[in-house]
């Protein structure tokens, strides 16, 4: 970190000391640990966990086995014309039997055409799929009926789901209690250190009673389910040490146990590349019509760009929908955008997803959807979706949404169905959108209680959807939480009723912009990785860090700050910035500036209108990098 930036951070510290009193959380002190708890019984938990190896590891870049499409022996075309599906499809199997490698497009535009489930998989451990970047490589999906079809899969060729073991599986023999780390069996032998289990219980009556849902939720609901690994066995307690707490009370009564499951997909990645789908033209488009065979709404019901399934320790960064030239409509997609089911540890960074053609019923148009344990979507952009963001099903814990941006949705931003428990909103912006968490009396089986001990934390207003004054609702079941809001519209509205009392804690409301910490998720990732004080621009500060803790921890070529951005957002790199590029999120260039040769630099940014950006930077060393940011 150089000198310019040291003095440029003292200088901002002591005008905010001078003009604004930082204030921190009555749940969050300075003394916080996870487990702390306030008189009331009302905690936060730790959300360090989520993202790519805990947030332990940095996505690497990969250059090992760079295949090249277009390129013997594959000889992909890349301006359209053919379809290369199968092409494609080799080179991504041929890097997996290889052990890994880089399936690389060069720019250009990848015509491929779903089949029966998909275009494209991602099957084999340490593969990755790799664009030129954003706006240059494109993967053109030229198949309009997509019912129930993926562009891109990534799943192992023989996955282990969370409920269903391929052996037996084992009952606890003690109840698990909520930010528990160790499960109680009768047998710890046939356990061992490294081993990957899920800790699953079942919606029994009990369970439906416990949360005031008789007659409404029924046994068919998947229950409960921590994707965990095996830290270490405690033989003198027979007891088995996690690598996470779990973030819900499990019980013998409800059929707690441990699932074994087939070891998941690890280390996949796709990233800097735009992917959109031809426009489906048949008619038929009401909220109902997917049920109506003939319809174009049938025809693209529950289809997914991108979807992850039984995946660990993977990503997805600098990935973007784009309208194809042939669509005559706005559409970048024919439905959904990005699922991750059934996985754990993935970072999506950087990314956007918007636009897509169908956003009716039975859960179409969403553009991130959540059904995993502990992953992060940082930095990342949902646009013109039905729900930009949501969380889904008792699989759904830990998540965290970090500095992204919900953009004019037809419906909130929103915890969905069936009680997705202990999640994380961190720095979201909200532009023509709204957060939610409350009950939903909607859904063949009632989606009901659908949140728990969920944190919306230092929330970004510009625009409420409907134009209120409201950004969040919360209603969640037992506790949940609002600390901090800020910007142009910073309500929040906290309701009872459905037995959802106590009324959830709102706290700092208007005061966001001296909320301490900044991030929640940040901070604790810092604190659990022995106490280093991670800021997001001083990871290479050796005077900040002479542990070397830092590494490992979101380092990246260039940074961009302050974000939102106002009258100008400055560049820092650690290499000199040659040119840099700006674009509109349908890829426009809008603006380009040569011969800077700096490290730093100040983009001025007051003329451009309310929305979002991305950019793309060139650096001496010859790295290209993009990312997106939000101009308010």
């Known amino acids: 970190m150089n000198k310019r930036w040291k003095i440029f951070t003292a200088v901002c510290w002591i005008f905010l000391s001078m003009t604004a009193q930082e204030w921190r959380s009555s749940l969050y002190p300075e003394n916080w640990y996870p487990g702390y708890k306030d008189t009331g019984g009302r905690f936060l938990h730790d959300f360090s966990f989520a993202g790519y190896h805990a947030g332990e590891k940095e996505i690497p870049f990969v250059n090992d086995n760079i295949i090249d499409v277009t390129k013997e022996p594959f000889l992909a075309d890349n301006t359209g014309a053919d379809d290369v599906t199968d092409i494609l499809q080799a080179a991504l199997d041929s890097a997996g039997a290889a052990g890994g490698g880089v399936v690389f497009l060069p720019a250009g535009t990848y015509r491929v055409v779903?089949?029966?489930?998909?275009?494209?998989?991602?099957?084999?451990?340490?593969?990755?799929?790799?664009?030129?970047?954003i706006g240059k490589t494109f993967i053109f999906n030229d198949q309009p009926s997509m019912r129930k079809k993926c562009i891109i899969l990534v799943q192992p060729v023989s996955g282990g789901d969370w409920y269903s073991p391929e052996g037996t599986y084992e009952k606890l023999s003690k109840d698990v209690r909520n930010l528990d780390t160790a499960i109680s069996v009768s047998n710890v032998a046939k356990y061992k250190q490294g081993d990957w289990i899920v800790i699953t219980s079942n919606v029994t009556d009990g369970f439906i009673a416990d949360h005031k849902m008789t007659g409404l939720w029924n046994s068919s609901l998947p229950g409960l389910a921590f994707y965990r690994q095996v830290k270490y066995i405690d033989t003198a307690k027979s007891r088995i040490i996690l690598d996470a707490p779990v973030r819900y009370d499990l019980k013998i009564r409800d059929n707690a146990r441990i699932n074994i499951v087939n070891k998941h997909l690890e280390e996949a990645g796709i990233e800097y590349l735009s992917?959109?789908?031809?426009?489906?033209?048949?008619?038929?488009?009401?909220?109902?019509?997917?049920?109506?065979?003939?319809?174009?709404?049938y025809d693209v019901d529950n289809s997914i760009a991108v979807k992850f399934l039984y995946v660990v320790n993977s990503w997805m960064r600098n990935v973007s929908t784009y309208k194809p030239e042939i669509n005559t409509l706005n559409v970048h997609l024919t439905s959904h955008g990005v699922l991750l089911e059934k996985s754990r540890f993935l970072t999506l960074d950087s990314c956007y997803f918007g636009f897509p053609q169908y956003e009716g019923e039975n859960g179409n148009g969403y553009m991130y959807t959540l059904r995993s344990n502990d992953c992060l979507i940082n930095n990342s952009v949902g646009d013109n979706g039905r729900h930009n963001f949501d969380f889904k099903s008792m699989m759904t814990s830990g998540n965290v949404i970090l500095r992204s941006t919900g953009k004019d949705s037809r419906y909130a931003s929103d915890f969905h169905m069936h009680l997705s428990v202990a999640n994380l909103f961190d720095n979201h912006i909200v532009d023509n959108d709204f957060l939610e968490a409350a009950y939903r009396p909607y859904g063949t089986v009632q989606h009901g209680q659908t949140t728990s001990q969920s944190v919306f934390w230092n929330t970004?207003?510009?625009?409420?959807?409907?134009?209120?004054?409201?950004?969040?609702?919360?209603?969640?079941?037992?506790?949940?939480?609002?600390?901090?809001?800020?910007?142009?519209?910073?309500?929040?509205?906290?309701?009872?009723?459905?037995?959802?009392?106590?009324?959830?804690?709102?706290?700092?409301?208007?005061?966001?912009?001296?909320?301490?910490?900044?991030?929640?998720?940040?901070?604790?990732?810092?604190?659990?990785?022995?106490?280093?004080?991670?800021?997001?621009?001083?990871?290479?500060?050796?005077?900040?860090?002479?542990?070397?803790?830092?590494?490992?921890?979101?380092?990246?070529?260039?940074?961009?700050?302050?974000?939102?951005?106002?009258?100008?957002?400055?560049?820092?790199?650690?290499?000199?910035?040659?040119?840099?590029?700006?674009?509109?999120?349908?890829?426009?260039?809008?603006?380009?500036?040569g011969n800077i040769r700096q490290n730093e630099y100040n983009l001025q940014v007051a003329e451009l209108t309310?929305?979002?950006?991305?950019?793309?930077?060139?650096?001496?060393?010859g790295e290209c990098g993009t990312s997106f940011f939000m101009k308010m």
Request: hydrophobic letters at 35%; proline letters at 3%.
């Open 610 to 621: 309310t929305g979002c950006y991305f950019i793309r930077i060139f650096l001496a060393n």
């Open 460 to 593: 970004f207003g510009i625009k409420a959807s409907g134009g209120g004054s409201s950004i969040i609702k919360t209603q969640q079941w037992g506790h949940g939480y609002v600390i901090g809001t800020q910007g142009n519209v910073t309500g929040v509205t906290a309701i009872g009723g459905y037995n959802t009392e106590p009324v959830d804690f709102v706290e700092g409301v208007g005061n966001g912009a001296t909320l301490f910490p900044v991030s929640l998720y940040e901070h604790q990732l810092s604190k659990r990785l022995k106490g280093y004080d991670f800021s997001g621009f001083e990871e290479d500060d050796e005077e900040q860090d002479p542990s070397g803790l830092a590494d490992g921890l979101q380092k990246v070529s260039f940074r961009l700050y302050p974000l939102p951005a106002r009258e100008s957002i400055n560049l820092s790199a650690v290499h000199n910035i040659e040119k840099l590029e700006l674009f509109s999120p349908d890829g426009t260039l809008i603006m380009m500036q």
């Open 275 to 297: 992917i959109g789908n031809r426009q489906n033209d048949l008619t038929g488009w009401g909220d109902l019509d997917y049920k109506n065979s003939g319809t174009g709404a």
């Open 114 to 133: 779903a089949g029966n489930n998909y275009a494209l998989r991602i099957k084999y451990n340490n593969v990755v799929l790799r664009g030129e970047g």
